[in-house]
């Protein structure tokens, strides 16, 4: 699945130029993040692979592309990719389950998928409105239970990490889109609701908000003629 506004096209990283964590480290961990197939997604797959994780998996819809294909040669045997569908509880439950299978374990969970869609709100119809809520917000519940689930039947400790968005605080006028800042906020309140709910099994629960990314679906944004202002 795509990710969403602040997501696609990021090349491999060098590892010079990333800040990898003096403290914190994923030794040993398995991570799986969603829509990290392209941009930020596989921008974090990158960032855990380079603080020690023992295996990241991708799980997205899109193919794997030339920079899938690029950070896989530069983490040989521990970047993957599994093809399943967010807005699909059964298909990220089994995607889910094939990492335990293949890796014995599941440490943490980046619900990133998404997509985006700007343009004035009297302009959306049903169906766009639907797909927003039905990626961003009902693919990411989606995927943090089927995490919740595998990390309790481990007795594992689990971390999970939902990609929210700036637009989930304030609108932007030079490219609105009022149902997906909705939907981001609804990640937001629901990161809250679900930490809340499984500290009692030492599941973290956290999300982050991120600004305009230069990826490949977002690029012409800051392009628009009144963009500084």
Known sequence: ???????????????????????????????????????????????????????????????????????SKQFPGRLFSISANVTDEASITAAIDKIVEEAGAIHGVVCNAGRTNHKAALDFTKEEIESLFGVNLFGAFYTARAAARAFIKLNIKGSVVFTASMASYRPNKRVPSAPYGASKAGVRNMAHTLAMEWAKYGIRVNSVSPGLVNTAMTYWVPQQPDWEQ
Request: charged share 15%; aromatic share 2%.
């Open 1 to 71: 699945m795509a990710p969403s506004a602040v997501e696609t096209g990021a090349a491999a990283v060098d590892p010079k130029a990333v800040n990898v964590q003096p403290i914190l480290t994923l030794s040993g961990k398995v991570i799986a993040v969603t829509g990290a197939n392209r941009g930020i997604g596989l921008g974090v797959a990158e960032c855990c692979l380079l603080n020690n994780a023992a295996k990241v998996y991708s799980i997205d819809l899109a193919e794997p592309g030339d920079e899938f294909v690029a950070a």
